[in-house]
């Protein structure tokens, strides 16, 4: 598949202001909804998921050359987890007393914010299209999804799903791309999720502008995995390799460049490079015939990997690994490169492919530093032998995300934040932080219901000793 249009009918423009309108005249009654009839929607939507599963599966050998129904294992284990809490997190939550309440009641009201538009990526299609609606229902949002025009068989597989689960009102599937993007950023939602890059992560910024819509914004970046001298090699090389492969490196936490010691840089290099045969090339077919080794999404993103690569040799990198790519069949081979500098689009842009930087380093000051040279990662991956060293790089550097001794694992974890800093990502997404991340914290403070109970409150005019009570309350303890 290729193409950037989706094959289905496309959401037709004039109809995306009445889908947002229908939407936010029905989320106040979505927001009255209670926690068990929540979690019914919730289970009745994976129960529709998995029933597509056949669906899903071909879907992404379509359109990523692997078995689109793997995406769907973090989005079953995100939808349990929120549907055994939600309960409790839809509670009101108490806050300490402090003397600024003087004996008043003090709590957070986690409310809906309204309207929520989440614009998702191509990648992991139905997990991505899905799983950040998963927490705004729980919230009790009304919501709408544009799926990736450029995954238009996984797009119009969660239109389906959404239709057989929500009514239009609740949540909604706009079909079709640049412009029904567009069309919907123009309108008035309350909050907008977007899963991406930092091109467009920008246009949505400056489009929430207009209302004052609240943004969570996910978009990658220049993932390090930093060896250190004490790492086992062996061991980092396998998870690395694993992790830059992953969905043929099309993952926003995939590490894009290693930065490893020069005592065991060699050793690293060729440990990386043996994984790599050994998981897609044991037999010596060549990688192309790996069943196990997906494809880049479409010719577009080929080519820009293979520019990238021609422009670094150009300047003076060295291909030691791979390098062979076939752009007509959407393929690049695992590839290794050294040498890269900085005047190289591919230590400035974020690769999205099976290729990855390999760079010396010489003390740990001179590793961290090369790090704060670029953006804050989303991910970022320390490998060492003991958890001083670890330490170091975690207190040093500055990140959305980390993994010790282990690349990618940090994803889609229910009970940890998710999310980027700054270029990489705003906001957190995820199981409890989800939740909060698309409600509106409403702060209460209750006095008493009889006002004879209640907590003094002070009326001019006031008499002298009350700048006498003042200073004394000012006083440093």
């Not at 129960?47 to 056949?54: L, P």
């Not at 091109?199 to 993932?223: D, P, S």
């Not at 050294?338 to 001179?366: N, S």
């Not at 009970?415 to 209460?444: D, K, M, Q, Y």
């Amino acid at each position: 598949m290729d193409t950037h249009v989706s094959t289905w009918p496309e959401t037709a423009l004039d109809d995306i202001p009445g889908i947002v309108a229908r939407l936010a005249a029905n989320a106040p009654n979505i927001a009255r909804t209670t926690a068990a009839e929540r979690v019914a929607k919730l289970r009745l939507l994976y129960q529709v998921v998995f029933d597509h599963r056949a669906e899903i599966a071909e879907a992404g050998f379509e359109e990523l050359g692997m078995n689109g129904m793997l995406h769907l294992l973090p989005l079953k284990d995100e939808i349990e987890y929120v549907c055994a809490h939600l309960e409790s997190w839809m509670r009101d939550e108490e806050v300490e007393p402090v003397p600024a309440l003087m004996g008043r009641r003090a709590y957070i009201k986690y409310e809906p914010k309204g309207v929520l538009l989440h614009i998702a990526t191509w990648n992991s299609p139905v997990l991505i299209s899905l799983s950040p609606a998963v927490t705004a229902v729980a919230a009790g949002n009304a919501v709408v999804i544009k799926p990736s025009e450029v995954a238009p068989h996984a797009a119009d597989i969660v239109r389906r799903i959404v239709a057989q689960v929500f009514a239009p009102d609740e949540v909604a599937v706009v079909i079709g791309g640049v412009a029904a993007a567009q069309a919907l950023l123009a309108q008035p939602v309350n909050h907008i999720c977007y899963v991406g890059n930092n091109r467009v992560g920008r246009l949505v910024m400056r489009a929430a502008a207009e209302h004052f819509a609240n943004v969570t914004l996910e978009m990658g970046g220049k993932n390090p995995a930093i060896v250190d001298a004490s790492a086992d090699v062996e061991d980092a090389a396998a998870k690395i390799a694993f992790s830059r492969c992953l969905i043929a490196g099309q993952v926003c936490l995939s590490p894009d460049y290693v930065l490893v010691h020069e005592s065991r840089a060699a050793a690293f290099t060729d440990a990386l490079t043996a994984r790599f045969t050994a998981m897609f090339n044991a037999e010596g077919k060549g990688f192309a015939a790996a069943a196990d080794l997906p494809r880049i999404i479409n010719r577009h993103h080929t080519s820009r990997i293979a520019g990238l690569i021609r422009d670094a040799v150009a300047k003076g990198a060295s291909i030691v690994f791979g390098g062979e790519i076939d752009e007509a069949a959407r393929y690049v081979a695992p590839t290794v490169l050294t040498g890269v500098t900085d005047d190289m689009e591919i230590f400035q842009e974020e690769i999205f492919g099976p290729v990855i930087a390999v760079q010396a380093f010489a003390t740990p000051q001179e590793a961290v530093a090369e790090v704060a040279k670029r953006p804050k990662p989303l991910g970022l991956y320390v490998f060492a032998g003991d958890r001083e060293k670890a330490g170091f790089y975690l207190d040093n550097t500055r990140a959305g995300t980390s993994a010790v001794n282990n690349a990618v694992v940090q994803a889609n974890v229910a009970t940890l934040p998710f999310g980027g800093c700054n270029h990489s990502g705003i906001g957190r997404l995820g199981g409890r932080a989800g939740f909060i991340e698309f409600s509106n914290a409403r702060a209460v403070v209750e006095d008493a219901y009889d006002p004879a109970q209640g907590s003094p409150m002070f009326y001019p005019p006031y008499p002298e000793a009350a700048a006498m009570f003042v200073e004394q309350m000012l006083t440093p303890p």
